[in-house]
């Protein structure tokens, strides 16, 4: 297990560096910030110095190995644009962030499962006929207009809630249930058709002719089986909302690291971009790791050589 | 993002109930402003993107000079002489002014801040490139010396003023972080990717103004400042796509304009004899091609204006000049005269860079060129591709190049700027090249009379629109939209920004 752990360990730092080293070399060939940073009709000279101040006159492979060194002390190079350290404009907007994803999946989670469970318990009757129904509108809907209209009604029509923004509890309902309903009816039916699959297998017949009630049944035993390809899921979903804060983020001005990036992007603020996806990468990877560790510890028939 | 302001519009529509102005709360002691750019950094003096910074930071940070309304230069806290020569220009700076730090505004603070501007703000080292050396007199007094009179230097962009002793005292982080100037604001806090909190600075040497706490939000999305708008959170909108000025309009919030850079633009390199649009006949023909006012119309809400070159009252307008008119048959002579009866092949650059409307208006204008045979085939380049291609093509005899862009030219605070930047072979941002436009533009740059420079520059628009090296489609105007309330008054020409001293209330 511990082998499997290190072994899967080692991968991540591979797969960051091969990530970093993609972002790293694309970023700088599909445009030069110089040209953005400086006047229009900058001279060549002073394109020059700009790239000498920032060391991107220095060859690509060149520069990769100075952000990596840099790395090992925390040091990622300033901002381009805002000329602050790149790793402290990046840790101010992860928090908002951070904030909002967590609690886009928690509630996608509890209320997907849950929904999951009366549908598959009701299964066929109209409870089940009205989530399955909403579930594909959910997903069939893009989180855009569901933000947009979301907007006008709470916000414009009814002032129940603030437009945008991160300020105060009220102004987390809206981005977060929006990011929330793709997640949640991926959930959802995943929940319904998992715990529907462990229904119809050999030991629930069993345990029907033992006479064991249906719900303990659905609680005790088809519940923990249904799970594990819930949790596979879900680790996924939690990386494709990472996806969507980034139209959230922009349509509700929420000040985190999805709008950040886009901008950074667009501005070429490599040092921004590199730690940025650095943690982005981090994150996703580690989360597919726990996930995967996570399954041993629901289900003890899996083990890892 | 466009397709979105339109679902927003469409939305809004549905629900027109929604957006009245009455419950909106916009007070003198609480007054808030959605605007779309964030100022890369709170200094006026170390940004590299001043436009930007602008919007916000010239509350708080006053320039040594700006200009007025009516064109005029003008400045709240100097007076100054230009030597007949026009070498030399002496500021003398009025007394009582202070900065919000309690320091007094002195000569040394002028020196310290036109050095600053020269190592980090890269636009303001480019304009003062006939700059030779700024000295302290006295106390109270600059001297600005020049290798060759420049009319573009005090037009073009100013030279934002911050204090030397403020400096010396709290250091370089501080003085970033808590900027400090002699405006009528002074900062208060400041929150990454939110906003920007002022209030006023009761010793201001000027006028004191209305507002007294204020708080510029940032809101990239149009959609949702104009929701923040409607729902009655800001009191003042920046930056509103032309499509929704006609239901805010209807809605009864206030709008104001103001004309600015840029212009919308077909702009042609010139320097490569194989390719059609050497001929001049060529490019006319494309001029004729494009209904502008229907795109306008159509697309655009009818807000925007065309002019042929710069815009009236501008210096070096000439009225006898009109846009080429829209007339396909006489575009196809043209074609056909140039020896392209069928049209030809043409690579259209479009800008990607963002600025509402510009994508809508390529594509139209595509339409209209293949209107006339011209099989278009559109690239969209982002900002830093689509940069990095002018300078490629500029001055290339093999360059290969026609843009749809966002250009430098009617309402800029000095015409000579957007011809220095974009139009004289010195640059090398200048695709489209005439030796004879280059002599008119020296000229003018060494006239400071701008009655003398305005001859001069006549000459210049006239020749540029006589070889139609760029296609004007539409000039840009900045859009405010604001409680009824609510009065906005812009006081700088051509410069869309939220100075929060032209707001006044009923």
């Known amino acids: 297990m511990t082998n499997y752990i290190l072994k899967r360990l080692g991968l991540a730092v591979i797969t960051v560096l091969g990530v970093l080293l993609l972002i790293f070399v694309a970023t700088r060939m599909s445009g030069d910030v110089a040209l953005l940073m400086l006047p229009q009709d900058a001279s060549d000279e002073q394109i020059a110095a700009y790239r000498a101040r920032h060391g991107l006159d220095r060859a690509i492979p060149v520069q990769f190995l100075n952000f990596m060194r840099g790395m090992l002390t925390l040091d990622f190079g300033e901002s381009l644009r805002y000329q602050r350290p790149a790793l402290e404009v990046i840790l101010q907007r992860l928090p908002a962030t951070v904030e909002l994803a967590l609690m886009a999946f928690v509630l996608a989670l509890v209320v997907g499962v849950s929904l999951g469970l009366v549908a598959a318990y009701y299964r066929g009757g109209w409870a089940d006929r009205s989530i399955r129904t909403s579930a594909v509108l959910l997903q069939s809907m893009p989180n855009f207009w569901i933000a947009i209209m979301a907007i006008l009604l709470f916000a414009v029509m009814l002032r129940w809630l603030p437009t945008s923004g991160r300020d105060g509890a009220a102004s987390y309902i809206m981005p977060a249930m929006t990011l929330m309903l793709f997640p949640l009816a991926a959930i959802m039916r995943m929940t319904r058709s998992a715990i529907l699959e462990t229904i119809e297998s050999e030991y629930v017949k069993f345990l029907r002719i033992k006479g064991v009630s249906e719900g303990r049944i659905l609680w005790r035993h088809a519940l923990r089986n249904a799970l594990i390809p819930v949790i596979a899921l879900s680790g996924l979903q939690l990386g494709n909302l990472m996806g969507g804060t980034v139209i959230t983020e922009t349509i509700f001005n929420w000040p985190g690291l999805g709008s950040l990036m886009i901008e950074s992007f667009i501005s070429r603020d490599y040092p921004v971009i590199q730690v940025g996806v650095l943690l982005i990468a981090t994150f996703l990877i580690l989360l597919n790791l726990a996930v995967d560790l996570l399954f041993c510890v629901v289900d003890p028939r899996i083990r890892y050589a | ?506």
């Not at chain 2, 469409?10 to 957006?19: H, I, T």
């Not at chain 2, 007076?79 to 919000?100: M, Y």
């Not at chain 2, 501007?117 to 700059?131: C, F, H, I």
């Not at chain 2, 706490?213 to 959609?223: I, P, Q, S």
């Open chain 2, 1 to 506: 993002m466009t397709a979105m302001a339109k679902v927003v519009t469409a939305g809004a529509l549905l629900l027109s109930a929604s957006g009245n102005a009455l419950f909106a709360q916009a007070t003198p002691d609480n007054f808030s402003v959605a605007v779309a750019e964030e100022p890369d950094t709170l200094d006026m003096t170390s940004t590299a993107h001043a436009p930007g910074a602008r919007v916000s930071l010239e509350n708080i940070t006053e320039g040594l000079w700006s200009t007025a309304t009516d064109g005029a230069l003008t400045s709240t806290v100097a007076d100054w002489e230009i030597s007949d020569d026009g070498l030399e220009i002496v500021f003398r700076i009025r007394d009582g002014i202070t900065f919000h730090s309690g320091d007094p505004l002195t000569a040394e603070d002028v020196l310290f801040s036109h050095n600053r501007m020269l190592e980090n703000a890269p636009q303001y080292a480019r304009r003062a490139r006939a700059l030779d050396a700024v000295d302290v007199v006295d106390e109270r007094t600059v001297r600005f010396t020049f290798h060759t009179p420049d009319a573009g230097m005090m037009p073009s962009r100013s030279l934002s003023i911050v204090s030397k002793a403020y400096f010396d005292r709290v250091g370089e982080t501080q003085f970033m972080r808590h900027p400090v100037g002699t405006g009528p604001y002074e900062f208060v806090s400041y929150t990454p990717g939110t906003q920007l909190v002022l209030k006023r600075y009761d010793n201001y040497h000027g006028d004191l103004p209305q507002v007294e706490h204020a708080t510029l939000r940032y809101v990239r999305e149009a959609g949702t400042r104009l929701a923040q708008l409607q729902a009655g959170e800001v009191g003042m909108v920046m930056d509103i796509p032309y499509p929704d000025v006609p239901r805010l309009e209807a809605d009864g919030f206030r709008m104001e304009y103001l004309a600015a850079h840029p212009t919308i633009a077909i702009q042609f390199h010139n320097l490569n004899p194989d390719v059609p649009w050497y001929d001049v006949r060529v490019r006319k023909a494309m001029a004729h091609a494009v209904d502008r006012q229907s795109i306008i119309d159509g697309l655009l809400a009818g807000v925007p204006e065309v002019t042929a070159t710069v815009a009236e009252g501008e210096l070096g307008h000439d009225p006898t000049i009109t846009p080429y008119a829209y007339d396909p048959d006489r575009a196809r002579e043209l074609l056909a005269e140039a020896g392209y009866p069928d049209g030809f092949d043409l690579p259209l650059d479009i800008w990607g860079g963002g600025f509402a409307g510009l994508r809508e208006t390529a594509e139209a204008a595509s339409l209209y060129l293949r209107e006339l045979g011209i099989n278009v085939e559109v690239q969209t380049l982002d900002a830093a591709q689509f940069l990095g291609k002018i300078r490629n093509v500029s001055g290339d005899p093999e360059g290969v190049y026609v843009g749809i862009s966002a250009l430098p030219y009617a309402n800029q605070s000095d015409p000579i700027e957007a011809l220095n930047v974009a139009y004289t072979s010195r640059s090398p941002f200048t695709p489209f090249r005439d030796d004879r436009l280059d002599q008119y533009i020296d000229e003018a740059n060494a006239l400071l009379d701008p009655d003398a420079r305005g001859e001069v520059l006549k000459k210049a628009f006239g020749l540029m629109h006589e070889e139609a090296a760029v296609i004007p489609l539409w000039n840009f105007v900045a859009v405010y939209a604001m409680d009824s309330g609510v009065r906005f008054t812009p006081t700088e020409k051509f410069f869309p920004v939220v100075m929060l001293k032209d707001v006044s209330f009923e």
